[in-house]
């Protein structure tokens, strides 16, 4: 069949674009932090699951201490800061919003693959930053009565949203350190054990975030909110299905598209979210969308996908 890997792209596009649409919901109905606490734990005990039917073990096997550092720390930026972020990010400025400063994520692992890895920064990666910024900056600046730009969401929202794409850019090169590390102590032997090396990993990275979320909410003494949660059925339903669509199928299937086509495809095509939310964000949750702001999500994605020429 052609166009395998592509069309799983744009399946992995749509179940991000669902995982953001539920994460709106369970954020706003539980609290970022409780969202984040609860997500987490879902996802190791899915993770965990898949691990033991495959490999016959719960947790990452062959797995030194320098991949542990590495994968670890990694799930420090991408999850305890870049999620904490994210989600806060839903609360203030909402999904589609959120989403849109997602697209930061390719351009500051390239600067920073750059930075720590000694990886070459082509004019392509230079040109999509700037077309990346420039979608934006459309989307989300006004021009005030006197002409002066501004910003039309609230300023804390767009803190959040730019720390959760710098979050997840910085992660994706703190993984992949990782997984290089990961990838050598594994014997040969052990197929089954490479093959599923990229699960391991998240959950190496999920058990820091879900340490890290329990600590920061231990601190702030708000462990018996989570009775609460508990209680709350729409936003329990709402953190199960984003755990489901996000963590657990969105990461599998990303894995597999890359197996069918090219990683540029496969990146640009799963980069589409920003664009697949507006709709979903208008239809369920009534937000305004201007035509504006959807040129400046289409621009967004094309920077996206100048990475990848």
């Not at 016959?56 to 590495?70: E, T």
Request: hydrophobic share 55%; glycine share 12%.
């Amino acid at each position: 069949m052609q166009f395998v890997g592509e069309i799983i792209s744009l399946v992995v596009a749509v179940s991000w674009t669902v995982t953001a649409l539920f994460a709106e919901v369970g954020s706003k109905r539980l609290g970022s932090l409780q969202m984040n606490v609860i997500r987490m734990v879902l996802s190791l005990l899915m993770l965990g699951t898949t691990l033991w039917w495959f490999t016959g073990s719960p947790v990452p096997l062959y797995a030194d201490g320098k991949a542990w550092f590495w994968l670890s720390l990694s799930g420090f930026v991408g999850y305890l800061l870049g999620d904490y972020c994210l989600f806060n990010s839903y609360i203030w400025i909402g999904s589609r919003f959120g989403q849109l400063f997602m697209t930061l994520a390719p351009p500051t692992a390239a600067l920073f693959g750059w930075m720590l890895l000694g990886e070459t920064l082509a004019w392509n990666a230079l040109l999509g930053m700037l077309v990346t910024l420039t979608g934006i900056g459309i989307s989300v600046l006004n021009k005030g009565t006197s002409n002066k730009l501004s910003l039309k969401l609230p300023l804390k929202g767009v803190l959040f949203g730019i720390g959760a794409g710098v979050g997840q850019g910085v992660g994706l090169v703190l993984s992949k350190v990782g997984m290089t590390h990961y990838e050598m102590s594994i014997p040969a032997s052990e197929e089954m054990v490479a093959d599923l090396m990229p699960f391991a990993s998240t959950f190496i990275r999920a058990v820091t975030g879900a340490v890290g979320f329990l600590i920061v909410m231990g601190m702030q003494k708000q462990f018996h909110t989570l009775v609460t949660c508990v209680r709350d059925g729409k936003g329990m339903n709402a953190a199960v299905w984003a755990t489901i669509t996000g963590p657990f199928i969105g990461v599998s299937l990303s894995l597999m598209a890359v197996q069918y086509t090219e990683a540029g495809i496969a990146s640009t095509l799963m980069a589409l979210t920003p664009v697949f939310i507006i709709w979903p964000a208008h239809f369920f949750f009534g937000q305004k969308v201007t035509f504006k702001e959807v040129v400046g999500a289409c621009i967004s994605v094309i920077g996206v996908s100048l990475f990848f020429i």
